[in-house]
């Protein structure tokens, strides 16, 4: 029994160690009435304060302050995740904003899972991750995109106006012009052909060019 009770605390202090010094997240755990209701955090890692810039003793004694850090535009999505995961017993995933203690604003992915209780009570087994730098990524790419799309919009209509041009002057202009294949072949003439030297379009596509020569 000493031998078992010494192995446990082994791993939980393994188990903290590793939940306090996450990188960029927390890990918590929450009791609920079979409700939602009497909330009351059990457990909250350490690293909770390098996260929020709030210490974990403080959430320990008021389990309201996690919620107050959610962005307020964000508090009715995080509620319907919750009652929807209470309603069914399952678990919920969600992204929000958070508030450090110095004002700036973060998104973070919140992950918790219930654990039904003997008495119907709820144990949520939780983990907070900041994904502020991905969030900013995904906006970068988008923005890329849009500039992207907005780009090929731009190319398309000056590619338009620029065969227009080439139309336009391949049509009216008093220059002699044609399309001709490497061996001299005529593919097209311009109507300057006609107005000028007299040439009918007929006459002159598919002959050589060369005969036309003195």
Aim: hydrophobic fraction near 40%.
């Amino acid at each position: 029994r000493k031998l078992a009770e010494a192995a446990l605390r082994e791993n939980e202090a393994r188990l903290r160690a590793l939940t306090d010094n996450l990188p960029a997240g927390m890990v918590y755990q929450v009791s609920t009435g079979k409700d939602g209701s009497d909330r009351q955090f059990l457990y909250v890692s350490g690293s909770h304060e390098r996260l929020t810039g709030v210490a974990a003793e403080a959430v320990l004694e008021d389990s309201s302050i996690p919620y107050q850090l959610i962005h307020p535009d964000d508090r009715p999505l995080m509620a319907e995740a919750e009652a929807e995961a209470i309603r069914a017993r399952i678990p919920f995933d969600v992204q929000v904003r958070f508030l450090r203690t110095n004002g700036e604003s973060r998104w973070c992915r919140i992950i918790s899972a219930p654990r039904e209780q003997p008495d119907s009570s709820l144990i949520w087994d939780g983990i907070q991750i900041d994904i502020t730098d991905q969030k900013l990524a995904e906006d970068a790419l988008r923005a890329s995109e849009d500039r992207l799309r907005e780009l090929n919009e731009t190319l398309e209509a000056q590619v338009a106006d620029r065969t227009a041009d080439r139309d336009r002057i391949w049509r009216l202009s008093t220059d002699i012009m044609l399309v001709a294949r490497f061996d001299g072949t005529i593919n097209s003439i311009n109507p300057a052909w006609t107005s000028i030297l007299g040439w009918p379009e007929a006459a002159l596509v598919s002959s050589n060019f060369m005969t036309l020569v003195h």
